[in-house]
């Protein structure tokens, strides 16, 4: 990963878009597989509707993602809006919930990549050239990597899944004790 040639792009007088992707990787202790489903929100100009990024394949897919900002040295707790107009995601929960006890991708790893138009594959223009810059699999902004918390609600037309970090997961200790003021009791006060 390199973060230089995006941080260059971007404070060009007219930087190209910034694509947006997800990966949702399944845990094998908990979903029974480690399977990863890769899809983005945005269009692409040829008509297939995928994008290839860094030789990997993202599923055209209506998601809305929010809540990623940090404000007030708080753990960003982003919300996942995907739409299940065609079962995609309820199947991926029946499955899931086949091979477990019921616990709907909680635990399931979902990774936000960011990158320039200018960095994807060639094969996503017409004549499999890349007009806006030479393609670039290394060119992207810092992964942001959260774990699914809860799905929050599931009907027909969406499903709304609360993320957060590895480190804000309820019932997470880390390093695997919980710290109190009676384990220190000097935290806290200061002497003047």
Sequence with gaps: MSTAPVFSEVQKINPS?????????????????TTTYRFHSGSNLNANGQIVWAGNSYLRFPIEATGFAYQRGQIPRPKLIVSNALGTISAILLTVNQTT??????GATVTRIRTMARFLDAVNFPGSSNPLGTPDPTAEFKRQIYVIDRKAAENRDVVE???AGA??????????????????PSIGTFTQ
Excluded at 17 to 33: P, R, W
Excluded at 171 to 176: H, N
Aim: aromatic content about 6%.
């Design 17 to 33: 878009a910034i694509i947006e992707l997800f990966t949702l990787q399944l845990d094998n202790s908990l979903h029974g597989a």
């Design 101 to 106: 006890t019921g616990n709907d991708l909680t």
């Design 161 to 163: 899944f609360e993320l």
């Design 167 to 184: 480190i804000d997961m309820a019932g997470v200790r880390a390093p695997k004790r919980q710290c109190t003021r009676a384990l220190f």
